[in-house]
């Protein structure tokens, strides 16, 4: 590779004649990120094979994150940086007259997932990588990632992502790797040589062609592959439809559109399952591609099959990519002729899970029509894992009528993954402690009961080269400088600024850079909505999917009720703030989709009111997406993270905040919880009902929002704004369904019930933003603290205590 600029420059410029055929002096920024890009892939191409070669020799177990959603985003600046030449590039490009962060805007941000699940997957691929893990993606090359979202007249309106329109320099398309996937059709059973054989017949077949990418870990010579799977048609007449035949061109027509639709478009639900046959035929998808591929690999090994499980591990991203488990059984059954006690007991061997949600809606149970139409094969064999559960159910809870029905895995005319999920693996994780309690103590109690050992916590992580090293370069260096920099490889070791936080010259360098990062936020948003955003303000933050639990309407509500306290007494006296939202609503989800129009309502109002000049702002990022995530994170001073308690899973924002200094308002939600155990109150500002309350409610009643309504004065006149004719609500019914929802519908994530306590953690903030020193001690102390949430310690965890996995050393 090259060491030094002078090398790069060189080589750099050899490259883009080669592949140009045009002089540097004419290259556009396009030019130079597919030359650099290009250049990068190649690089890592001689330590992907030797990778792979280390893997081999060392016959060890590889770990498969089987994942519907990898939201990686852009991939230059981090490959340079897990590379070590982002300096030399750097400078090397501005010598050429080019700049790094510009190029790096050239590359289509990956946005291959909806939130939280799918970017938790890609930072678990930057650590394994990086802490030398045999461990891979196994994906969807979907053509379209979430949509593009515009905010057009206060209303969010959504564009495809046509991310693959630009060259994708990563991916490497492997044809020869491709293997066949079959859908529809039935099963034939006969009896063979003592045996009863399953023949799959009249289906439909899909050709599923891998396109892999490479993962550089951070000492660039670990690379380890994310297998993105894309669907394309068999064009062989007559091998499309097995034993059907039939050469029709219309028929062949209709069947090359349905194949491809298959990898075609990411579902932009997020914690909401519709029971839509596309999606299923996704999921099947992934799992038996992924799967053929990895028994193919296996098979080459040469070694007995009861030995598959010490070489080869399967992790499920939530249920989605459930279907693994009957896939494994069909395999080792009908392909290499096991009987069920053997396949079940290396499936079970193989297959661990990861919960990521509790909301009931999110729960994924399939119509058992549907599967059996579409797989039915795989649909015996759920039927046959379902009845041999139930049986055991009986011998060990006889006459237990209700307790068999409330854990089978088909119940009335549904598959319930999560089920299938449990019975078919060895280990199941929540993602934060509280997360993982609820999970045993409440969700699945019976399971837990059942299954003693089953159920384990692995709170979530966030790469720390991605969301400090390379988001927040000035920080970086001024930890390196503090602390040296042994916590780079090993995070925990931020704790060491600890002993800095009361120093004040420590202390304005971090509000340095923290202003700088402001600045260049607020640069941002100017140019975006032609606005000045006041550097001196605090900015508090509101950046995540839109979902009632996430409560972006509580943050809204408070803003209003700013408003109205700074227009009865224009003199108040506050710390000016900028409040910053960004979030996508699910296209079909209209409550979240009216709160957007709602923030940008008010956003509206209040951004023109000269009476509040000076003291609040408000701005609604469009199309909040992993690059744009790195531009807000490093310059909060406040995070929001105020689902109503029980309902965050973890959170993963919230680690990326308090990594950059920001101080965060929060639930004793999720991963909150874990910063709160670290930093105490004094570091945070916590707020709100707990989890315990929340579920105690649901369970046995006793909230009434009407009242609140009744009693809070303050509340009582925002929401009336909501509704009746003023500067909010313009002669429309915009808004009523907002209102109704808090009301008629007794608001179910307790917007009214924790507003007053909302309030009063927000004047406490004004209160302590203003003692500067105290501040940035607070902030000191959340960065030091902060690389516990690294996922390599997170990573270590999964590897040792689910896995049982080494890092593969040189
Ligand atoms: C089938 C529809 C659907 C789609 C996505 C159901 C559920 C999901 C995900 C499980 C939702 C999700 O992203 N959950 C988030 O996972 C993060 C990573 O563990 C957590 O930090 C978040 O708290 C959790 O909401």
């Known amino acids: 590779m090259f060491n030094d600029k002078e090398t790069f420059k060189q080589v750099f410029r050899e490259k883009l004649i080669g592949n140009l055929g045009k002089p540097l002096e004419e290259a556009s920024n396009a030019d130079i990120y597919n030359t650099l890009g290009n250049m990068i892939r190649e690089n890592a191409g001689k330590h992907w094979v030797e990778t792979n070669q280390r893997f081999k020799a060392d016959k060890g177990k590889q770990v498969y994150y089987f994942s519907m959603e990898f939201l990686i985003g852009r991939l230059l600046g981090n490959n340079l940086l897990n590379m070590g030449v982002l300096e030399v590039v750097r400078e090397g490009l501005a010598d050429l007259g080019f700049c790094l962060k510009d190029i790096e805007e050239e590359e289509a941000d990956a946005g291959l997932g909806n939130g939280g699940l799918g970017r938790l997957a890609a930072c678990f691929l930057d650590s394994l990588a990086s802490l030398q893990y045999a461990g891979h993606g196994t994906g969807i090359r979907y053509k379209y990632g979430l949509f593009e979202q515009k905010i057009v007249d206060g209303y969010q309106v959504e564009l495809p992502d046509y991310w693959l329109q630009k060259e994708n320099v990563w991916e490497v398309r492997r044809e020869d790797k491709q293997v066949e996937v079959k859908f529809w059709g039935h099963v034939d059973s006969y009896e063979k040589d003592g045996r009863l054989v399953f ?187 379902n009845a041999r559960f139930c049986r055991e159910l009986m011998d060990r809870y006889p006459g237990n009528q209700e307790r068999i029905s409330q854990m089978a895995i088909i119940y009335g005319d549904q598959v319930r993954m999560a089920h299938l999920a449990i019975v078919g693996s060895y280990s199941v994780n929540g993602v934060a402690a509280l997360h993982t309690e609820i999970l045993q103590k409440r969700e699945m109690k019976l399971f837990d009961e059942y299954y003693p050992h089953r159920f384990n916590n692995k709170t979530n992580g966030i790469t720390h080269r991605r969301w400090l090293l390379h988001a927040n370069p000035p920080l970086t260096n001024l930890i390196n400088e503090a602390i040296g920099t042994r916590w780079i490889t090993h995070p925990q070791e931020m704790i060491g600024l600890i002993k ?140 929001e993270q105020i689902s109503t308690a029980s309902k965050e899973a973890s959170g993963t924002g919230n680690m990326k905040f308090m990594m950059n200094g920001a101080l965060t308002i929060g639930t004793m939600d999720g991963a909150n919880v874990e910063m709160h155990e670290m930093i105490g109150d004094d570091n945070m500002f916590l707020f709100g009902l707990r989890a315990e309350q929340v579920l105690d409610y649901y369970q046995y009643g006793g909230y009434y929002a009407r009242n609140i309504y009744n009693e809070d004065s303050r509340l009582k006149e925002v929401l009336d704004q909501l509704v009746t004719p003023g500067p909010i609500c313009c002669h429309t019914q915009e808004f009523d369904q907002i209102f109704h929802s808090l009301l008629d519908n007794n608001d179910e994530y307790f917007v009214l019930k924790d507003f007053a306590s909302y309030v009063e953690t927000h004047v406490e903030i004004d209160r302590a933003y203003r003692n500067q020193k105290d501040w940035l001690k607070k902030s000191i102390i959340n960065i030091g603290h902060s690389g516990k949430f690294s996922s390599d310690n997170t990573i270590s965890r999964y590897a040792s205590e689910i896995w049982n996995i080494s890092p593969v050393k040189f």
């Open 500 to 639: 800095y936080c009361e120093d004040s010259s420590f202390q304005e360098k971090v509000s340095g850079i923290k202003r700088q990062n402001k600045l260049r936020l607020a640069e941002f948003i100017s140019s975006k909505h032609g606005e000045k955003v006041d550097p001196d303000s605090i900015f508090d933050v509101h950046v995540k999917r839109l979902h009632g639990y996430k409560r972006q309407l509580l943050n809204i509500l408070h803003i209003i009720h700013l408003y109205n306290q700074i227009k009865a007494n224009p003199s108040m006296d506050m710390v000016p703030r900028t409040f910053i939202f960004g979030a996508k609503a699910a296209p079909s989800y209209h409550l979240a989709k009216r709160t957007i129009k709602l923030i940008n309502t008010v956003a509206d109002v209040v951004n023109k009111d000269p009476d509040v000049k000076g003291k609040v702002r408000i701005f609604f990022l469009e199309n909040y997406s992993v690059s744009l995530a790195e531009k807000i994170i490093p310059a909060a001073d406040v995070s």
């Open 199 to 385: 023949e799959h017949k009249d289906y439909e077949a899909v050709r599923a062609v891998p396109y892999d990418i490479p993962v550089i870990g951070a000492d660039r010579r670990h690379v380890n592959t994310l297998r993105n799977w894309s669907a394309e048609s068999i064009t062989q007449p007559g091998r499309m439809f097995g034993s059907r035949g039939g050469s029709d061109y219309h028929k062949f027509l209709e069947y090359k559109r349905s194949v491809e639709s298959i990898s075609e478009f990411l579902y932009p639900d997020d914690s909401q399952y519709e029971g839509k046959l596309l999606r299923l035929k996704q999921q099947y998808f992934l799992c038996s591609a992924g799967l053929q591929s990895i028994i193919r690999t296996f098979d080459k090994l040469g070694l007995p099959y009861d030995t598959l499980p010490d070489k080869v591990g399967l992790h499920i991203n939530d249920t989605h990519p459930t279907l693994v488990i009957p896939e494994l059984m069909r395999i080792l059954m009908d392909l290499k002729g096991m009987s069920w006690d053997e396949a079940w007991d290396i499936t079970t061997r193989m297959v661990s899970y990861t919960n990521h949600t509790i909301l009931s809606e999110a729960l994924e149970k399939w119509p058992v029509t549907m599967v059996k139409e579409l797989l039915p094969r795989i649909q015996l064999i759920i039927e046959e894992i």
